[in-house]
T-cell receptor
C-alpha cells in the first residue's frame, strides 16, 4: 500500500531533550516536506526536500533540522525542544510537481514539550 | 504574499448541501486541492481542480473555480454526519519550492 509512515504518533518530552520524528515513504517520491498544524493557523511548512541531499527552509524552520540521506526517509530533528514546539506534525510526499495526486500525508505526530 | 483564506466554521443540517469557500492569491497556481481531516487523522485528498477548469464534479462533491476573483468553493450535496471534519483548501505554488499553501481549515459540523 502506498503510504507515508511517521513515528511516533504521540510523544511527550521535556524541554531541551533532543528528539527525532521519523518519516518514510514507499512511493519513490522526490519531494518530501514537514508541516506543523496549530489551531487557527492551518498547516505551516517547516522544511522541504526536492531530492536526496537537497533540503531547504519552509516558512517556520527555527528550532528544527532535517536530513535527506535516502530518498525514502526524511527525519525531523528537534535539537533542543521548547514548549512553543508543542504541535501536531505532518510529513508529506509527492512527485515534482505534485500534479493531480497532491501530497500524500502521514497520520501525524502529536508532540507535547513540557 | 502567498495566502489562502477560509472561514473557520460551518454548521449544516444532515441532508442539506454544504458550501465551503476559499480565496487564494497566487494566480500562477496550476492545481487547487481540497483535503479532509477527520479527528485524530492525517489529511486525505478529496478532490482537485486544474486551473484551466471552471467546475469539477465527483459524486457528491462539486468544485467551482472563479479565476478572476481567485475564489474556490467545495459543495457537498446531501451532507451526512460522516462528513463532519475539517476541510482545507490548498494551492500549488509554481516557484522553485513547488510547495502547497494551505488555508487555515473550515470545521464542518453536520447536525442530525
Amino acid at each position: 500500500e502506498a503510504q507515508v509512515t511517521q513515528n511516533p504518533r504521540y510523544l511527550i518530552t521535556v524541554t531541551g531533550k533532543k528528539l527525532t520524528v521519523t518519516c518514510s515513504q514507499n512511493m519513490n517520491h522526490e519531494y518530501m516536506s514537514w508541516y506543523r498544524q496549530d489551531p487557527g493557523l492551518g498547516l505551516r511548512q517547516i522544511y522541504y526536500s526536492m531530492n536526496v541531499e537537497v533540503t531547504d527552509k519552509g516558512d517556520v524552520p527555527e528550532g528544527y533540522k532535517v536530513s535527506r540521506k535516502e530518498k525514502r526517509n526524511f527525519p525531523l530533528i528537534l535539537e533542543s525542544p521548547s514548549p512553543n514546539q508543542t504541535s501536531l506534525y505532518f510529513c508529506a510526499s509527492s512527485p515534482i510537481p505534485a500534479g493531480v495526486g497532491g501530497y500524500t500525508f502521514g497520520s501525524g505526530t502529536r508532540l507535547t514539550v513540557v | 504574499g502567498e495566502d489562502v483564506e477560509q472561514s473557520l466554521f460551518l454548521s449544516v443540517r444532515e441532508g442539506d448541501s454544504s458550501v465551503i469557500n476559499c480565496t487564494y492569491t497566487d494566480s500562477s497556481s496550476t492545481y487547487l486541492y481540497w483535503y479532509k481531516q477527520e479527528p485524530g487523522a492525517g489529511l486525505q485528498l478529496l478532490t482537485y481542480i486544474f486551473s484551466n477548469m471552471d467546475m469539477k464534479q465527483d459524486q457528491r462533491l462539486t468544485v467551482l473555480l472563479n479565476k478572476k476573483d481567485k475564489h474556490l468553493s467545495l459543495r457537498i450535496a446531501d451532507t451526512q454526519t460522516g462528513d463532519s471534519a475539517i476541510y482545507f483548501c490548498a494551492e500549488s505554488i509554481m516557484d522553485s519550492s513547488y510547495k502547497l499553501i494551505f488555508g487555515s481549515g473550515t470545521r464542518l459540523l453536520v447536525r442530525p
